[in-house]
């Protein structure tokens, strides 16, 4: 049987949809173009031409998995963060765009040298930083040694394997010396929240990587005594955070005795990053 891409494409979409797959255009528009090696936007240029069988069996078994909800990024094996390509696996987090903004204030203030990520998942923004500054040197830690092992393929990928130091660590356990930029984006939805996540992110990332438990903020009630050894006198220290969490991050990051600390929106106009100075 001989299935044009436009043929395929119009089928696919209807089978997600139905399935209950939001912007299921949009989806299997990415899916079959990845089954086809080529960028969905070649897609409309090449509707009347053949599907070839066996890459309509490749994309078959990607829908199948969309079907149950597993994110694109995790079928196709990655997604594109600050222009570059990450491996992303069911091990890691699924980086979001509104992280972004954490590399926009970061490249703001910088270049800095020495880096800490705390939590680094798929490396993100430690192998960002890096690629972005050719002088700076990271250390990037998780308690995830499957994530580490992602991470380090990013670090390699993005040839900054020599800069990027990824070791597994409990938070600051396994971290010595003091750091010019320490970023962080750690699980901080709030356990109520859990239940009402999308199937997509409930049912296929790491649980580690999305809740503290309780009411979210755990993490940072963590991180914030010990920040003051770690971060260099002169330094900045950057923490994504739910968009409801400003008020109360503040306060934590004030408790613990830093005077300078502020809070920026995203893209969208929303509280997403914490800075604090000494
Ligand atoms: C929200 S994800 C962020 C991943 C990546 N930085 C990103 O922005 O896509 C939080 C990460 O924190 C890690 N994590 C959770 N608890 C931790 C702990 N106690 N110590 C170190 N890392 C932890 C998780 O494994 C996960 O990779």
């Known amino acids: 049987m001989s299935v044009a891409v436009n043929e395929a494409l119009t089928t696919a979409t209807k089978w997600l949809a139905d399935a209950g797959i939001p912007n299921a255009d949009v ?40 079907e149950k909800f597993q994110p694109v990024s995790q079928i196709i094996g990655g997604r594109e963060f600050w222009g570059r390509w990450f491996v992303i696996t069911p091990d890691v987090l699924d980086p979001r765009p509104e992280t972004e903004s954490l590399i926009e204030t970061a490249l703001q203030h910088g270049p800095f040298q020495r ?39 990013n670090a390699v990928a993005h040839d900054v394997s020599d800069r990027v130091n990824l070791i597994v660590s409990n938070w600051f356990d396994a971290v010595a010396g003091q750091f010019d930029l320490i970023v962080s984006n750690p699980p901080y939805i709030a356990a109520a929240e859990m239940a009402e996540l999308s199937p997509d992110v409930r049912n296929w990332e790491p649980f580690l990587a999305l809740t503290p438990g309780g009411d979210g ?10 920040l003051n050894e770690f971060l260099a006198d002169d330094g900045l220290a950057l923490f994504e955070i739910g968009h409801t969490q400003g008020t109360d991050v503040v306060e934590i990051f004030k408790t613990a005795g830093f005077a300078n600390v502020t809070v920026s929106q995203d893209l969208g106009g929303k509280d997403r990053v914490v800075a604090v100075k000494k």
């Not at 960002?128 to 990037?140: G, P, S, V």
């Open 27 to 66: 989806d299997a528009r990415i899916l079959l173009a990845h089954a086809m090696d080529c960028e969905p936007s070649r897609l409309m240029l090449i509707g009347d031409e053949e599907v070839h069988p066996e890459v309509f069996r490749t994309f078959d078994g990607y829908l199948a998995a969309r």
């Open 115 to 153: 880096i800490l990520d705390l939590g680094t998942g798929s490396g993100i923004l430690a192998v960002t930083l890096a690629a972005e500054w050719a002088d700076a040197r990271a250390i990037a830690i998780d308690i995830s040694s499957e994530a580490i092992a992602i991470a380090t393929k």
């Open 217 to 226: 903020l755990e993490t940072y009630r963590i991180i914030a005594p010990m």
